[in-house]
């Protein structure tokens, strides 16, 4: 074994060591929603952008009606030029009731991506003092609403973000979507970064966000983050960056979410962002380069007969276990691919730039910017 190989292996795994360690901090500090809170006083607007998602909105807008301890609550959906029926689905499920309202969205601004764009319309419509962005693949438990607003009044945040319970079934989604979770758990310190307006220190999901009204308007609201593919983060930073305070909480009780249903659709979602994920080239390697060291090369010392690798491995496997176990995920025997994951992982975010700089990203029909526009 070369010295440069030890060096990396022990590198690796007193990194691997430390992350989970730190996951283990963070998941102790987690702020968890309640689960029977108390009705609210206040107006609030659930907000759920569209676009060609007849199949799966039903389920979504049915559990909104359904939430309890939100005496005043608008539901607003934004159609955003759906060719697949998506308006009258959510007509047919409200049934009439007067809490919702369909939009039909406007002709895509340059300048704008579609979601952006969406939610844009959305918050301008809507009256509430607390806005909710709900994507339209997500299902709400029935106290999601009141517990989500509860926390943020209660903690005195700005924004916070409940990241729902991904749900994964076929070979991709097992190795990639644990991810989500593990990565802001293990690497994000979360109580700082509630406090901190540094980029780096933003995590958010669109999946489920709420804001307050005036933070969002002071921050430039989806018009501040007009351009941006990962634009929840965006809007996050964009509220830090105008003294809000807020992040992500443990959505694991109030939402479940299957974002892909296949290795194809689960590729091209992440070939569409995971360029935004790490910042510019150099970040993104940098980043990549370090996960790596800390998650692929102990194990692979392991199997070489490095008991430092083992150890490395071991810390890992532990990580990956633990936030799954926490945040409703599968533990075993996926944790133990935790490197396969990450390897994947890095795949895919190379696969992005290369998309993105060829100029042949695009998302739900429309094509995204290539580099250097």
Known sequence: MSRLWR????????????????????????????VDPAPLAERVSVLVPARNEARRIATCIAT??????????????????????????????????PRVRVLRGNPLPDGWLGKPHACHQLARAATGSVLVFLDADVVLAPHAVAATVQ???????????????????TWSERLVQPLLQWSWLTLLPLRLAEQSPRPSLTAGNGQLLAVDTT????????????????????LVRAVKAAGGLGGVVDGTSLATCRMY??????????????WAAFGPPAGAAA???????LYVVPPLAAVRGSLVGAVGYGAAVTGRYVVAERTGGRSVPDSLGHPASVALLGWLTVASWLRRRRGTLQWKGRPLPRAGR
């Not at 990396?8 to 929603?33: E, I, K, Q, Y």
């Not at 980043?287 to 060291?293: D, F, H, R, S, T």
């Open 7 to 34: 060096t990396a292996t022990w590198v690796g795994s007193a990194g691997a060591v430390a992350a989970t360690a730190h996951t283990f901090v963070n998941l102790a500090r987690l702020r968890t929603p309640a």
């Open 64 to 97: 909104v009606l359904d939430q309890v301890s939100v005496p005043d609550l608008e539901i607003l959906v934004l159609d955003d030029g759906s060719t697949d029926g998506t308006a009258d689905v959510v007509r047919r499920v409200a049934a009439g009731d």
């Open 151 to 169: 926390l943020l009044r209660e903690a005195s945040l700005d924004v916070v973000s409940p990241y729902p319970r991904q749900l994964a079934e």
């Open 215 to 234: 933070a969002y308007r002071r921050a430039g609201g989806h018009e501040a983050v007009r351009g941006e593919v990962l634009d929840d983060v965006a």
């Open 261 to 274: 249903e296949s290795w194809p659709d689960l590729r091209e979602g992440y070939e569409k962002s995971a």
């Open 287 to 293: 980043v990549l380069a370090a996960l790596g060291v």
